[in-house]
């Protein structure tokens, strides 16, 4: 397709359960970055992918959270035994490049219930 | 802490009037800020962007203001359409990430 793929689009698991979001991006993007909201809240920076540098890990909330991407396009964000507070709408979007003047484009969301 | 806020979470608006949604912020090393649009079970959209060395953007229906003094961003719809309800995210950038506000949802009503 011409967007930004997510899937799940809904999960649902049990607390302590682990769960893979994944995310495919426009083709030929080389940026890609995962955000979260969470009810009542805005959207809350995860990672940031940009083509093959170190990605910014700086948003993950604790070590639970990782994702990679393989061969610059694919991204899977992995949450380990996750918690009921894990719960959010987990959003994926790529971008041609990742300077701020470049637009981003989202994908339609995972969202993930931890029962 | 929110570094993008946006203090009214719902809006209604009368077809055809305007709307004026509301962001503020609190970084002043943002350079470059957006409006994106999302309706229900979708993604965010892209609507329209300002970078800091401008003070208004316009885009057919929709103008972008921003006030750097005042660390104020506003998004103008005139005229308000009702496929124009949705929820509205502000958001600024600087350098790699992108800092989103909470929403206001915006409801033109026919």
């Known amino acids: 397709g011409a967007g930004v793929s997510q899937s799940p689009s809904n999960k649902v698991t049990e607390k302590g359960k682990d769960v893979e979001l994944r995310c495919d991006p426009i083709?030929?993007?080389?940026?890609l970055y995962w955000y979260r909201q969470s009810l009542g809240q805005g959207l809350e920076f995860l990672i940031y992918f940009q083509g093959n540098s170190a990605p910014d890990k700086s948003g993950l909330p604790s070590d639970r959270f990782s994702a990679e991407r393989t061969g610059g396009s694919v991204s899977t964000l992995t949450i380990q035994r996750t918690q009921q507070e894990d719960s959010a709408v987990y959003l994926c979007?790529?971008?041609?490049?990742?300077?701020?003047?470049?637009?981003?484009?989202f994908g339609q969301g995972t969202r993930l219930t931890v029962v | 802490d929110q570094q993008v806020k946006q203090n009214s979470p719902s809006l209604s608006v009368q077809e055809g009037r305007i709307s004026i949604l509301n962001c503020d912020y609190t970084n002043s090393m943002f350079d470059y800020f957006l409006w994106y649009k999302k309706y229900p079970a979708e993604g965010p959209t892209f609507l329209i962007s300002i970078s800091s060395i401008k003070d208004k953007n316009e885009d057919g229906r929709f103008t972008v203001f921003l006030n750097k003094s005042a660390k104020h961003l506003s998004l103008h719809i005139v005229p308000s359409q009702p496929g124009d309800s949705a929820v509205y995210f502000c958001?600024?950038?600087?350098?790699?990430?992108?800092?989103f506000g909470t929403g206001t949802s915006l409801t033109v009503i026919p």
């Open positions: 979007a790529s971008s041609f490049q990742g300077a701020p003047m470049t637009e981003a484009f």
């Open positions: 958001a600024a950038s600087t350098g790699n990430q992108f800092y």
């Open positions: 083709s030929g993007h080389t940026a």
